[in-house]
């Protein structure tokens, strides 16, 4: 069985002068590619069991677009770990998923969104822009069987 993980990085954000971080929206050009990139997902009928997503404010904005976009009409967590998290902490909260999901998004930040890419397979994305979108498969059966290096990008 193939288990797919889509990694997406939120859409550009306005610049964080005079607020939290935390607190920072999209951009009309963030809101646009995230639109844009709905329109090609939905084109590809590209199929999501379940998006995890960082509770900030852009990135519950670009989920919001997306899953407008692409008739999402799934289960969505906002996870505040996501917020700031690690590797690790991004790799356990895919690794401990339900084996009756076989395909996730993960909408998050950076470094940890690309440095977890990373981990997981053999490329170096470490810079991933704003908006960008991965895919990763891995073969296997249950999601904590995938180990460092194991996903493939496609």
Known sequence: MVKKLFLLR???AVSGFNMRDYDRTLSQ??????AALAIQLKAKEIHIDQIICSPSIRTMQTCNILTTGINYEGNVDYVNAIYEATTNQLFQ??????????DIMLIG???GISYLCDYLTTSRNTGMS??????IHFE??????VTKGSGTIH
Do not use: A
């Not at 050009?29 to 995230?34: A, L, N, V």
């Not at 296997?140 to 069987?145: G, K, P, R, S, Y």
């Open 10 to 12: 939120h859409g550009h």
């Open 29 to 34: 050009e963030g809101e646009q590619s995230i």
């Open 93 to 102: 909260l895919i690794s401990e998923t339900s084996d009756q999901v076989n």
């Open 109 to 111: 930040h950076n470094p």
């Open 130 to 135: 704003p908006g960008n979108l991965i895919e």
């Open 140 to 145: 296997c059966d249950h999601w904590n069987e």
